[in-house]
């Protein structure tokens, strides 16, 4: 049975780092795009980056840049964002996506991701 869980959420203070981690039963994940979405409370979801498949290309949204970094374990059909110098705003839900596609579209393009995790609690706070 193919199920995406994300692990590594957590209370960090304005500043700090997180490593989340995206991992997958019944499917390779590098041979796909890979996506990390957020949702902050009263907001839409967005999508933070992604990764195309083996690692081919990666992208950000603007707010993210500079500090987060996607990357992939292929030994460990991982993927990770590491988040250093969290800020209060990146506080949010956050949802790892598989879409059934070496490359990926565009972070705007939710509807192409076929399979998305449970999410994993950020909470950035002093």
């Known amino acids: 049975q193919l199920q995406v869980v994300e692990s590594g959420g957590g209370l960090v203070q304005p500043g700090g780092s997180l490593r989340l981690s995206c991992a997958a039963s019944?499917?390779?994940?590098?041979?796909?795009?890979i996506g990390w979405f957020r949702q902050a409370p009263g907001k839409e979801r967005e999508g933070v980056s992604y990764?195309?498949?083996?690692?081919?290309?990666?992208n950000y949204a603007d707010s993210v840049k500079g500090r987060f970094t996607i990357s992939r374990d292929n030994a460990k059909n991982t993927v990770y964002l590491q988040m250093n110098s969290l800020k209060p705003e990146d506080t949010a839900v956050y949802y790892c996506?598989?879409?059934?596609?070496?490359?990926?579209?565009?972070?705007?393009?939710?509807?192409?991701?076929?399979?998305w995790g449970q999410g994993t609690q950020v909470t950035v706070s002093s």
């Open positions: 996506a598989v879409s059934i596609s070496y490359y990926c579209s565009s972070l705007d393009a939710l509807f192409e991701y076929n399979y």
């Open positions: 019944g499917l390779i994940l590098k041979n796909y795009c």
């Open positions: 990764i195309e498949g083996s690692g081919a290309g990666t």
